[in-house]
């Protein structure tokens, strides 16, 4: 079974949303505030998706989010807000979320976004181990099967977004890929949000992988191009 966390104080919006998740075959689990929410995952963190609304009374969205982040690096998350200002979509995906939705929205929107970040997060789980199970270019192992990149043998927790467009980048060394190219790889082609979440997953990712990410060595911007991984 699908499972999906939906955190949202407002009543009226968590049972549009959960009613709408359930005629598309999740099994949903509510909670109003942010307090709840962590109770819930400390309890049964078995979640493929959490919904999750920023603007909440007691603990916000974003300190749930950093919170479980830093606890399991799996887990899909997809940040709510009434908001449209450009910091409140980079706070959230800084803080580690996979996807942004601004309400409101429609149910199609709904399930279109989550079906896909749940597909993404089912398909790196079910990675069967193999012969071919890990990528390595220079310092860096990518690890198919346990979903991890390991930077001079230590590892590095990716998250659902981060490991798949680092897959994408190693399949591809030294070629600039372009951010629609990763964008249609990663978020898929019926993706309807911003092509700037790509911007900011990588310089997430750069982060977690670039000893200064300010002076990168490896995930480097090809100007008028588009991202590329060197070694």
């Known amino acids: 079974m699908k499972r999906i966390l939906v955190v949202e104080d407002e009543a009226a919006i968590r049972e549009f949303v959960v009613i709408n998740l359930k005629r598309a075959g999740y099994e949903t ?4 505030c942010g307090e709840r929410a962590l109770e819930i995952l400390e309890h049964d963190g078995d979640y493929q998706v959490i919904l999750l609304d920023i603007m909440m009374p007691g603990i916000d969205g974003l300190s749930v989010c950093k919170q479980v982040r830093a606890q399991n690096s799996k887990i899909g998350i997809i940040m709510l807000s009434a908001k449209t200002q450009e910091m ?3 706070s959230a995906l800084m803080m580690g979320a996979d996807d942004y939705m601004t309400k409101p929205f429609s149910p ?3 399930v279109a976004r989550v079906d896909s970040l749940n597909r993404r997060v ?3 789980s079910n990675k069967a181990p193999g012969a071919s199970d890990k990528m390595i270019l220079g310092e860096f ?3 198919l099967r346990r979903r991890i990149l390991q930077k001079n043998g230590k590892a590095i927790e990716l998250t659902p977004v981060e490991f ?10 030294d070629v600039p890929l372009d951010r629609t190219d990763i964008l249609k790889r990663v978020w898929g082609d019926s993706y309807i949000g911003e092509e700037k979440i790509v911007d900011v997953n990588i310089r997430r990712l750069r982060m977690k992988v670039e000893d ?4 990168p060595r490896h995930l480097l911007t090809v100007w008028g191009r588009g991202y590329k991984w060197v070694e």
């Open 212 to 215: 200064d990410p300010s002076v």
């Open 108 to 110: 199609s929107e709904l």
């Open 164 to 173: 798949q467009i680092t897959e994408y980048l190693f399949s591809n060394p």
């Open 88 to 90: 409140d979509k980079v």
């Open 122 to 124: 089912e398909m790196l």
């Open 141 to 143: 192992t990518l690890d």
């Open 29 to 32: 689990t509510e909670a109003d």
